[in-house]
Structures are given as C-alpha cells and as structure tokens.
C-alpha cells in the first residue's frame, strides 16, 4: 500500500531482507506479521518459487490482517500459508526442519512481556519452536526495539524495548549460533 512504502526509508527492507539472505524460491516464516507490512513484500517475491507462512497468535485470529490479504489480492497471497505461533498441542504449525528462513520484526519483547500471554514471559517457547522450524543452518531473522545494555533487566518486562544480550542469550539457549 502507498502509507507502507512511505515506510520503507526508515525499515529499509530490501536492505533487511537482503541481510538475512531471504530469497525468492525461500521457504520463509513471518512470525506475527501483524498488520502485514512485510507480508506485501514476503508474499510477492515468494510466489513464484517459494513458500511464506505467516504464523501468529492467538490462534487463527493472530492472521487475520493476512486472510484479508488473501481476500482482497488472492493472485498474490492466495500461496500464504498458515500456522500458529507459538503453537500448542493440535494447532496447525510449520513442519519442522522445512523453513530457510524465520523472520520477527518488533515481536522478541512482546514475548519477556508475556504480551497475550497473562504476563508470563514466554520468549524461550518462542526461540524453541522458531529453532525446530528451521532446516539445519537456516537464518533466524531478528528485528526489534534495543534497550541500552546498561539499563535495568526489569525495564524489559515494561518498556516494549529488550537488550541485545538478551535476545543472543534466548537464541543461543534454544541451539542457535550468532552470525551477524
């Protein structure tokens, strides 16, 4: 849409999406695509070759601005696949060890908040179930607000912004290995 390339010179996408190796015949999870800002640029440059989930929370309602998509623009997002994220037991999810690419933008914190989850941090389910989906040396894309390393580690909890430590130690835990 016109207002979400009048975003593109502060998010940078092509940039972004270049750095995290996206390619066109990718299979690629948007996490939490919210209002799809990425997902007009995922859906498009994956149709020819690729595949895209898109997987949220709560589930199947966490999608809805996707299925819109779909809805109004089937020719481009009609190929958008859907699961939950994070999942429970029963809930359609991506199969493990078939992504190339997983992609969070501005999520990680709402994870240490507990956001939708009654305030209970939940950020090492989400780096686990984001590492079983990835094929063996896929790329964990990571885009999110920084907290000053030297802030408090309860700020996370209440500020919508998270410590890049943090974010490292959550991945790392799960079996990830920083590259860039």
């Keep these: ?53 898109a997987a949220g929370f709560p589930w199947p309602g966490g999608v809805g601005n996707v299925q819109a998509l779909q809805g109004k623009d089937a020719a481009t997002y009609g190929h958008v696949k859907f699961a939950a994220f994070p999942r429970a037991e029963g809930e359609p999810k991506v199969p ?8 969070t933008f501005r999520n990680v914190h709402n994870w240490r908040m507990g956001y939708r989850r009654d305030g209970k941090d939940y950020s090492a389910e989400a780096f686990a179930q984001m590492f079983a989906m990835l094929k063996r040396g896929g790329t964990l894309g990571i885009e999110d607000h920084r907290l000053p390393e030297s802030a408090s580690d309860e700020r996370e909890k209440t ?4 410590k890049v430590s943090t974010v490292r130690r959550l991945a790392e835990a799960a079996g990830f290995r920083y590259v860039g």
């Design 96 to 103: 493990d060890g078939t992504a190339d690419v997983v992609l």
């Design 1 to 53: 849409t016109a207002a979400y390339v009048a975003r593109d010179k502060y998010r940078h996408p092509l940039e972004t999406l270049s750095f995290f190796g996206v390619g066109a015949d990718d299979t690629v999870v948007e996490i939490w695509p919210g209002g799809g800002w990425y997902t007009e640029i995922l859906a498009p440059l994956t149709k020819g070759g690729g595949t895209l989930y």
């Design 159 to 162: 500020s919508g912004y998270i």
